[in-house]
């Protein structure tokens, strides 16, 4: 059965993660609140993803074979991962420096660069994902057993607690990553188990839910070195309103979102790329050393152009290769 509303959260959330990232091609230094509130808002949307992925991982889990599983994640994850990588990791082995790198890396020679790289994603803003996804692609068996178990699902709420303390950073990249996302990760397997039953639930205490979240984002705005839990709880309620919203609104979206949900991950690898590109475009046509000063007008066009330039460029991709576009741009 086709779940469309599932399909139209992927939709949601990669805009939230083409606006995370495009939110600070900007200078926001005269509206420092508005700076604070998108970037609330936005930051750390990959957790819509993570949902998503632990919900169709459980959804589709009577059809599992593990090898065909890993077969087909190698050839529609790993191996778009490895050919987008090769433009950024010229870039930042050979021309630039990527600065989010730690103290003596580029001390290492080309290879161990290139390896490190690959193996935590700092190469390319988003590409964390990857490496970080592919710890729950390696223990999917694990995972599949402990599903038709049930008994781990008494432990969600440890796992929260867990995800909420040790929030998303450490020296171990996407280890660390990992281990703060399977409570996302488990809680969209429970979502798919009990999928009517949460909606019925959301559907009795979504005002107070809603109010929740806002009251959230608005404490993050007004407070200081607090994000990782008021962001963390924030998406964490997102996840089953958003199912819940678009489970009701299903009519009226119809099939208008189904392109950008099913070219989601693609966009995912792309907007990596496009991002910086408009932005030196801009540089070099205005003549200015930066971007200007954001505002919600520039902030959106910037935003709609990325996702739009990354979506014709999924389709270009698509005409020309057909069915092997997956393993090249993902989507």
Not at 60 to 82: A, D
Request: proline content about 3%; glycine content about 6%.
């Amino acid at each position: 059965m086709f779940l469309s509303h599932i399909h139209n959260f992927r939709a949601f959330a990669i805009i939230g993660i083409v606006g995370a990232h495009s939110l600070h091609a900007f200078q926001w230094n005269d509206h420092p609140l508005m700076f604070r509130f998108f970037d609330t808002f936005f930051n750390q949307s990959s957790i819509l993803f993570f949902f998503i992925a632990g919900f169709l991982f459980q959804y589709l889990s009577k059809r599992f074979e593990k090898y065909f599983y890993w077969k087909k994640k190698i050839q529609y994850v790993i191996l778009p991962y490895v050919l987008l990588s090769i433009p950024g990791l010229y870039y930042y082995t050979q021309i630039g420096i990527q600065d989010n790198t730690w103290e003596g890396f580029y001390d290492y020679s080309t290879i161990k660069q290139i390896f490190f790289f690959m193996i935590t994603g700092k190469h390319l803003a988003p590409f964390w994902f990857v490496p970080t996804i592919v710890i729950f692609y390696i223990f999917a068996p694990l995972l599949i057993k402990a599903d038709r178990d049930r008994r781990i699902y008494w432990l969600l709420p440890l796992f929260m607690v867990i995800s909420f303390i040790i929030g998303r950073g450490g020296h171990y990249g996407p280890i660390n990553k990992a281990a703060y996302l399977f409570s996302i990760y488990l809680f969209g397997m429970f979502s798919s188990i009990h999928h009517d039953k949460i909606l019925e639930i959301v559907k009795k205490y979504h005002v107070i839910m809603l109010i929740t979240v806002a009251a959230l984002i608005l404490g993050n705005v007004f407070t200081v070195d607090l994000d990782q839990y008021f962001i963390y709880v924030s998406k964490l309620l997102m996840c089953p309103l958003l199912m819940y919203y678009l489970y009701k609104s299903r009519d009226f979206f119809g099939d208008r979102l189904n392109y950008l949900g099913h070219i989601s991950f693609g966009i995912f690898f792309i907007h990596a790329y496009v991002l910086p590109i408009i932005k030196l475009s801009y540089l070099k046509f205005s003549g200015n050393i930066d971007f200007p000063e954001g505002n919600i007008i520039s902030y959106t066009l910037v935003t709609l152009s990325v996702t739009v330039t990354s979506m014709a460029i999924i389709y270009l991709c698509q005409r020309i290769a057909g069915k092997y576009s997956r393993m090249i741009l993902g989507a």
